[in-house]
């Protein structure tokens, strides 16, 4: 039989395409053949971004032998764990309890049945350091399967009860000011961020600490933020050239990246950023947010009015090759300016052979030189081959798109930001949806088959609220109505949120994690879009949802807040509030000076609702007068009509 993966809409999945290997994509089709010919299946779990991914394909799938053996005594499936992240959750906590870690590409051996009894991640085509090779370990579970089944059976058996019996219980109570101090143990005071390299973004930590410092005015808490953010838009991770993060610094002083450029990253920077820059006014904050945005509109949005997921850390089979510089390339690029330029960007050979990543740790002396240093190199640049693009779009992660672009294109008064946040929005309700039933992801405007999980309902119905407030259409409303209401008719049983639906496919093990990782946990999401869907309509039913959802964080957000940002953020929310504002107008823009103060003074995560007498939506029911109105548990404070007033109602110490 042949690779199958030629007709798949995951890009991930169709470079694989040409491989040796008899690639089959995650089926039941699939497990059916390994019943029928009683052989284990090979799941290999990637992502198009991934370089250890690319590295293992081209020594061992791209390998003709290699693939003869995995035809003859295996299944072999591949999946794209950006589009099923439900069986790369299963399966990698299957790894991390079997290994004592994780990563990709995950290599994992399964019964049939889809139980796993051998679990690892990259494995190298030759042996090394102690590192059994990927044919070593083929022939090994090959000689298991063949003389010890039934003990690979057993351990399989056994380990999905011991994943059935993690499920979490949250009970602590959400102490905030614990988790500051938590946070300042783990705080890097030279370099910025939390713990040791590799470092990450801490977006959603950022994001908390500054609604904490709105809220209590602690002055630690914005100075955590304003370091982390100064340290992370002045070194290589940020690119200094065309805006936009790579993910993480493989060292502690963000000046190395791994390249690839991911659309949540950068989404959650861009709320990031504009959100310090309404606190502190920092020139640096309002420039990098908005060429952050820069980079979403003009890098990875899809001409169906998407974004997209990812773009490559490689180009021609080297890492950082499209972002790094020598000072000769330098120098060919800019000319007289090279050397003004080499010592403001720190080009000593900070990266590999002898090349540097740009970083900018100081404002430049002439901004105009630099300007046109940067136009320059972006001339150069390119010249060269641009990373490859993984153009699905997500729903999870373009619903945190639509929420940064509409607060970003308020606040910022950019309003081809809230453009592109509702292309996006549209994208997403009339592609994804099919009823209130969400797809995960689309490409090329085609709908995947994959259904949406827990993250995607809820980001996708916090940024359609979010669009809600700045454009006063509320067909948003109701679509995020419609949304939440199936996260609880699926998404809930027994008292705990679960990140799949019942209705889909049944996996050997039903995931739930509220942990804030990389992208916020769907349950913690969850919680954020309840509690602003509650303080639109009043709903008792939406409340207790929230803090039914916030509660699955506590135990994280007590022991590690470091993995609970953005459950401690929502907390945060609750704790000043949550506040209510109804904006009510008769002419078109006619209230935008006041949407705009609304975003921009209000807290974080305050319900705004915006549009014309008569809106569906129950906050702005009975309000006929234009202006707007400011309150708590839907008791409203005297309505305002000048944009001074209304600052003043949100900022009354300022």
């Not at 370091?227 to 290589?236: E, F, K, L, P």
Request: hydrophobic share 40%; net charge negative; aromatic share 10%.
């Amino acid at each position: 039989m042949a690779n199958e993966l030629g007709q798949s809409t995951s890009p991930y999945l169709r470079q694989h395409a040409g491989n040796p290997v008899e690639w089959r994509e995650w089926s039941e089709r699939a497990f059916a053949e390994a019943r029928e010919r009683d052989v284990p299946i090979f799941l290999s779990v990637g992502y198009s971004a991934c370089h250890w991914c690319h590295v293992m394909a081209h020594e061992s799938f791209e390998d003709a032998e290699t693939a003869a053996y995995l035809a003859e005594r295996f299944v072999s499936v591949k999946v794209d764990r950006e589009e099923r992240p439900d069986v790369d959750a299963v399966y990698m906590a299957a790894t991390v309890a079997m290994t004592g870690q994780g990563g990709w590409p995950m290599s994992v051996f399964l019964t049939p049945a889809g139980e796993p009894f051998f679990c690892g991640t990259y494995f190298p085509k030759d042996s090394r350091a102690g590192m059994a090779s990927f044919r070593q370990v083929l022939e090994a579970i090959t000689d298991a399967w063949q003389n010890r089944r039934e003990q690979l059976d057993g351990i399989g058996k056994r380990v999905v009860e011991q994943l059935g019996a993690q499920q979490p219980a949250g009970q602590e109570a959400f102490d905030l000011a614990q988790a500051v101090q938590l946070l300042k143990l783990d705080f890097d005071p030279v370099d910025a961020g939390f713990g040791r390299a590799p470092k990450f973004p801490p977006s959603m930590v950022l994001d908390f600490l500054l609604r904490h410092h709105r809220r209590t005015g602690d002055e630690d808490a914005l100075a955590m933020v304003a370091h982390t953010c100064d340290r992370m838009a002045r070194g290589g991770m940020y690119d200094q050239l065309a805006g936009g993060f790579a993910r993480y610094s493989v060292d502690g002083q963000w000046i190395v990246p791994h390249f690839e450029k991911m659309l949540y990253d950068n989404a959650l920077l861009l709320d990031v950023y504009t959100h310090w820059w309404t606190l502190s006014g920092d020139p640096l904050a309002k420039r990098v947010a908005e060429e952050t945005a820069g980079f979403l509109l003009a890098e990875l949005r899809t001409p169906e009015g998407g974004f997209a997921s990812a773009l490559d850390a490689d180009t021609d089979g080297e890492e950082g090759k499209y972002y790094a510089w020598t000072p000769e390339q330098l120098r060919e690029a800019v000319g007289d300016d090279a050397d003004w330029a080499i010592e403001l960007c720190d080009v000593t050979g900070t990266f590999e052979h002898g090349t540097s990543v740009l970083q900018l740790r100081q404002d430049p002396d002439d901004v105009d030189r630099w300007n046109r240093v940067r136009e320059a190199l972006q001339r150069a640049r390119g010249a060269r081959t641009y990373p490859g693009r993984d153009d699905k779009v997500v729903a999870a992660w373009n619903g945190l798109a639509i929420t940064a672009l509409t607060r970003a294109g308020v606040v910022l008064e950019r309003p081809e930001y809230v453009e592109a946040a509702e292309a996006a929005a549209r994208l997403i309700r009339e592609v994804h949806l099919d009823g209130a039933r969400l797809y995960r992801t689309s490409r090329d405007g085609v709908r995947g088959s994959a259904d949406g999980v827990l993250e995607d309902y809820a980001a996708a119905a916090q940024g359609f609220l979010t669009l809600l407030g700045a454009t006063g259409d509320d067909e948003w409303y109701r679509v995020a109505e419609a949304l939440l209401d199936r996260v609880l008719e699926q998404f809930v049983a027994d008292g705990s949120y679960f990140d799949t639906a019942a209705d889909a496919e049944q996996l050997v093990w039903r995931p739930q994690d509220a942990t804030d990782n990389a992208t916020p946990s769907g349950v913690s999401l969850a919680a954020e879009a309840f509690t602003t869907l509650a303080s639109l309509t009043g709903s008792d039913r939406y409340e207790a949802a929230a803090q039914q959802a916030l509660q699955a964080s506590s135990p994280i957000a007590h022991r590690a807040p470091r993995f609970a940002g953005r459950a401690l953020a929502v907390a945060e929310t609750i704790a000043t509030g949550p506040l209510e504002i109804a904006i009510v107008t008769t002419a078109p823009d006619g209230a935008r000076e006041l949407v705009r103060v609304a975003f921009a003074d209000a807290p974080w995560g305050t319900a705004i609702a915006s549009g014309a007498p008569g809106s569906a939506v129950p906050l702005m029911a009975g309000r006929d007068l234009p202006a707007a109105y400011v309150c708590q548990k839907f008791t409203c404070r005297l309505p305002v009509t000048l944009p001074e007033h209304l600052r003043q109602e949100l900022r009354p110490a300022d």
